[in-house]
């Protein structure tokens, strides 16, 4: 099992930043991808950011690429996601989440990818 916790949410002007954390329990970090997932108001959950296991490869939904930065610090079982120039849309609850261990897939934009979740913290956006 893997318990996540997320932090760093709050509310921010647009154009603003912010940084979420994602702090994980168990001593097998290392080895699963690490995701980033929001969940708008009235809207589905959808995918924002990924960072895999082997090696650190990235991948951005297009509406963040160039504003948002994932990252990772295997030593501190946390993940990152450095939010710039934030935009009203962004606005939404924000979500880690954790693939199975040594997982290797293309789906990296799948929710039924990662089993394991935070309970999400919200990001407010004003205009």
């Known amino acids: 099992q893997v318990k996540l916790v997320e932090s760093g949410g709050g509310l921010v002007q647009a154009g603003g930043s912010l940084r979420l954390s994602c702090a994980a329990s168990?001593?097998?970090?290392?080895?699963?991808?690490m995701g980033w997932f929001r969940q708008p108001p009235g809207k589905e959950r959808e995918f924002v950011a990924v960072?895999?296991?082997?090696?650190?490869?990235?991948y951005y939904d297009d509406s963040v690429k160039g504003r948002f930065d994932i990252s990772r610090e295997n030593a501190k079982n946390t993940v990152f996601l450095q939010m710039n120039n934030l935009k009203p849309e962004d606005t939404a609850v924000y979500y880690c989440?954790?693939?199975?261990?040594?997982?290797?897939?293309?789906?990296?934009?799948?929710?039924?990818?990662?089993?394991?979740w935070g309970q999400g913290t919200q990001v407010t956006v004003s205009s």
């Open positions: 989440a954790a693939t199975n261990a040594y997982r290797r897939s293309t789906d990296y934009y799948n929710l039924s990818e990662y089993p394991y």
């Open positions: 168990g001593r097998t970090f290392s080895t699963r991808n």
């Open positions: 960072m895999g296991w082997n090696g650190g490869s990235t």
